[in-house]
DNA sequence: TGAGAGTTACTCACAAAAAAATGAGTGGTA
DNA sequence: TACCACTCATTTTTTTGTGAGTAACTCTCA
């Protein structure tokens, strides 16, 4: 019998059709994800802010990850022209929305 | 100034102490755990079953991801003495409570 | 009686692919 | 010169997948 290929893509692909909960891992489990829209939540809410609250994070790893946000539809950016250029981001509704189950998570994952 | 060093093994620590959710992500987010929790849950609870039902994964990976799911307190094994042996996989208290937390995200994540 | 094939449930070492981090540089001010 | 907010190419680290093999037992055919 011939054995089923199982590249890296390929299993992908089949998760995602298998399971539901794929995709929504798939967006929330970078690195540093979860906090960051938890601190954009709380206010922090430009790159030189994020900076200062991520000391260890890199401004090129910042700038992707910012980048990764957005294009998931979990935060949105505002351009303001003033000198400097200013930035501010803002979580979507979609963003708001999944910080209320990472708590219960955080909750679950506390509990023993 | 000095930079803060941010290998990547110092950024996971910082993130520990810093987020409550890294943790439950940490243990969520492999390719294969999400998916192979529903199965256990559904019956599927033995290495021929789970190979049956997630037939791009093979052997080895399985063996894999059944260690790590016991190491992560998420799923308990029963090896009985049959012939030829047989082991029963079965949820934990912790493993069972997460999965309504993982229908939220699949709900949260299918809403557009 | 015994050789070989088949079953379940794995493990180890290694390779390939993906994710994360780093070095260097950009454009538009003031 | 300095600041803000980035981007690109490359390297390092982690995660995922593969090739080969194991233990203990049963079953079949000669």
Excluded at 23 to 34: Q, T, Y
Excluded at 43 to 52: A, D, E, I, P, V
Excluded at 66 to 86: F, M, N, Q, S, Y
Excluded at 100 to 107: F, M, Y
Aim: charge should be positive.
């Amino acid at each position: 019998m011939i054995k089923e290929t199982s590249s890296n893509a390929s299993n992908r692909k089949f998760l995602r059709s298998a399971c539901r909960i794929t995709g929504a891992l798939e967006i929330l489990s970078g690195r540093w994800k979860a906090l960051t829209l938890i601190h954009i939540s709380e206010g922090k809410n430009r790159f030189s802010l994020l900076k200062q609250v991520l000391p260890t994070v890199s401004d090129q790893v910042l700038g992707r990850l910012l980048r990764e946000l957005e294009a998931d539809g979990l935060i949105g950016k505002t351009i303001i022209p003033e000198v400097p250029v200013r930035v501010d981001y803002s979580l979507t509704d979609k963003g708001a929305a999944v910080l209320p189950i990472l708590e219960e998570l955080a909750e679950w994952y506390d509990k023993r």
